[in-house]
């Protein structure tokens, strides 16, 4: 069982903006990276390219195999790594030394980065762009329902709100404040 250890504030320095905007970039291209690449080897297979990420295109039920695999490959990139090897870090945020806890600096659990990373950014959110417009696909074609371009633009205006609550002093998206949780920037050795 992991200790939920706390951050002695000698570890900890303030939180850069810029610093953890450059982090999303990264997480952002990586995670989208893994989402897309069991899209991508079902596209190889029933169109011959890898750019087919369309999974609505894709023949039944294969669109939904692809994209159900797309989103667990999400997970495991946000939600797996961060708890089962780097602690509370995203391969973005162990670069740039920065770290996810939660609101009394003790360490994440996996649910707290379902319910952020997951819930929040993703579903919530839509600021994972690939993982969300992939969930999205999946729920319209499971439900048959067309959700894809409202929950798009639904995303849309809740990131952009979260974006202003970053802005706030205590720079807590809303993804933050739904699973308790901050960004630490760690200290450098």
Known sequence: ????????????????????FFA???DWYLGGLMTALPIAMFSMKQFDTVQNQNIMTFAPPTGVIAGVLGV????VYYVVIPTACWNGQTVGK?????????????DVSFGTMVLRQFIGIIVIEGGLVTASAV??????????????QPLM????VVSVISAIFVLNQQHLAIHDRLASTKVIQLAAK
């Open 153 to 156: 633009y639904a995303g849309l």
């Open 135 to 148: 969930w999205h696909q999946v729920a319209e074609l499971l439900t048959g329902v067309s959700l894809v």
């Open 72 to 75: 667990l490959f999400a997970l």
């Open 1 to 20: 069982m992991k200790k939920n250890k706390k951050h002695a504030d000698s570890q900890v320095e303030e939180v850069s903006l810029s610093r953890r």
């Open 94 to 106: 162990r670069m740039l030394r920065l770290k996810i806890v939660q609101q009394d600096d003790s």
């Open 24 to 26: 999303y970039l990264i």
